[in-house]
């Protein structure tokens, strides 16, 4: 069973900065990918970005102003989210892939105030 737990998320003012953790129990080079959802009230839960391989890639919504990065040495994939807007107000999960299945984090939450 793998556990992801993610932590960073808060208030911030529209502009502002937010860096999301997820630090995963197992070594994360070991699962096929790792990506960032959200899901916003009322509204379906979407893909941020993923991270897999030496590769990653991000929706148009957060081109440009979100980016995955991944620290193997402390089994951890950040989300550095820069430029933020109200619309960004979400709750955000960490998602992992693996040969086992997929798992989920908890999730963390960002307000973005205007």
């Known amino acids: 069973q793998v556990q992801l737990v993610e932590s960073g998320g808060g208030l911030v003012q529209a502009g502002g900065s937010l860096r999301l953790s997820c630090a995963a129990s197992?070594?994360?080079?070991?699962?096929?990918?790792m990506a960032w959802y959200r899901q916003a009230p009322g509204k379906q839960r979407e893909w941020v970005a993923t991270?897999?391989?030496?590769?990653?890639s991000c929706a148009a919504s957060v081109k440009g102003r979100f980016t995955i990065a991944r620290d193997a040495a402390k089994n951890t994939v950040y989300l550095q989210m820069n430029s933020l807007k109200p619309e960004d107000t979400a709750v955000y999960y960490c998602?992992?892939?693996?040969?086992?299945?997929?798992?989920w984090g908890q999730g963390t939450q960002v307000t973005v105030s205007s």
């Open positions: 991270t897999s391989g030496g590769s990653t």
């Open positions: 197992e070594n994360i080079f070991t699962f096929s990918a």
């Open positions: 998602h992992a892939v693996t040969v086992r299945g997929d798992y």
